[in-house]
């Protein structure tokens, strides 16, 4: 246990603190990558990389001020994708009944307020009014966060990447609230960013074995700007200190331990890595996908998802209990493939999920280990139903 615990508190470390944000395209997935590699490779396995395209984003620098009162404005971030933008101007404030009139709101050239937004609940809606306020020429868009922690907003609450040249922003409730106080205040935002073609990588070691495919797999891509200890860097810490524990495991089914990237990218497609992956793998007699995501919490209840259980018949919860499959991040390509689905995962009454506040003081290793540990004695059933 003080083995396991210790390598996962190492594997986190790493990842949160010395590489840190491991949005597409950053210098971050590229270090995550390497490390993986080595470490999977200093644990003896055979690895592979496999690519395929999505939209990289280079992220240098991040403004929002209120100039009227020279300060920052409070618990405001860069939006995934946005275009570099330098303005300063007053704020062109939308609200929900404008959505379906833009092109008469004289937005072109103008710092855009969406403080209705809400009215369309999914990031795509978000995505559309981006796009749309680009195709008109807005200068940026500054959307609200209320799905995820009142203390910092999503990084991903809109995330279209096919803007040409909007900027695009989130802000919390208190930089809503701020915003809101003071309208007719003089703002500057000024983002260094760019978009740009790039290859994500998956990174996958390699048991061999017979009777088919058994796939164990944790994404290592994080929204963007944020050190995401929870998502994903336990998870993906859990998958290297799987893959040392599964070593010298008698030979049973081949096994893949599949680093996933650009999990955080497209939200109703499939994930661009494991959907990578099943289509290069998806005919390899795969018999169950493990997936380590949003496990490992100070304050959670830890849960297994399990897709299709009359296909694993006998399958019991070691400590951990079993709860329905919902079907998304990266087990959703494997579940639409009808391949039996095994997720760890941590529900929280906290949703700090994609942004600043998912840092490593909020993790407990412990629970980590205990979360390893469970996976360990669960595989060991899954190698005897297979
Ligand atoms: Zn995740």
Redesign the pocket.
């Known amino acids: 246990m003080h083995k396991v615990q210790e390598n996962l508190e190492r594997h986190t470390t790493e990842l949160c603190l010395r590489i840190g944000s491991r949005h597409i395209g950053s210098p971050g997935e590229a270090a995550a990558a390497n490390y993986i590699e080595q470490t999977f490779q200093e644990y003896g396995y055979p690895t592979f990389r496999e690519s395929y395209p999505v939209t990289g984003w280079d992220f240098k620098s991040f403004e929002f001020y209120n100039l009227t009162r020279k300060r920052a404005v409070p618990t405001a971030t860069a939006c995934f994708f946005s275009n570099a933008v330098e303005i300063e101007g007053k704020l062109l404030w939308l609200k929900h009944k404008d959505l379906d009139r833009l092109a008469e709101c004289s937005v072109s050239g103008r710092i855009c307020m969406l403080e209705c937004w809400s009215g369309e609940g999914h990031v795509q809606g978000r995505n559309q009014i981006a796009e749309k306020l680009d195709s008109l020429g807005a200068a940026a868009a500054i959307f609200i966060s209320t799905t995820h922690t009142a203390l910092a907003p999503s990084t991903k609450i809109q995330r279209s990447p096919f803007l040409q040249q909007l900027g695009t922003l989130a802000v919390s409730e208190e930089g809503a609230y701020d915003l809101a106080a003071h309208k007719d205040d003089l703002y500057r935002i000024a983002i260094n960013a760019t978009c740009f073609p790039h290859n994500s990588s998956n990174i996958i070691a390699r048991r061999d074995g017979t009777g088919g495919k058994g796939v164990l797999g944790a994404?290592y891509d994080t929204a963007p700007l944020i050190q995401g200890a929870g998502?994903?860097a336990t998870?993906t810490a859990m998958l290297l200190e799987m893959a040392r524990l599964l070593k010298n495991e008698k030979p049973g089914l081949t096994l893949d331990f599949a680093a996933f990237s650009a999990?955080?990218y497209v939200p109703d497609t499939l994930p661009p890595g494991s959907e990578d992956y099943l289509k290069r793998h998806g005919k390899e007699n795969l018999r169950w996908f493990m997936n380590f995501?949003?496990f490992g919490l100070l304050i959670g209840e830890p849960i297994v998802k399990i897709g299709y259980p009359e296909k694993l018949p006998g399958l019991q919860p070691v400590g951990i209990p079993f709860a329905p499959s919902n079907q998304c991040?990266d087990d959703k390509g494997f579940y639409l493939a009808g391949i039996p689905t095994i997720w760890y995962y941590d529900k929280s009454p906290f949703y700090q999920?994609h942004t600043a506040k998912d840092t490593i003081d909020r993790i407990d290793f412990e629970k980590m280990a205990f979360g390893v540990l469970d996976a360990v004695e669960l595989f060991s059933q899954l190698e005897k139903i297979a």
Do not use: A, K, R, T
């Open positions: 994404h998502d994903n998870g999990e955080e995501d949003d991040g999920l």
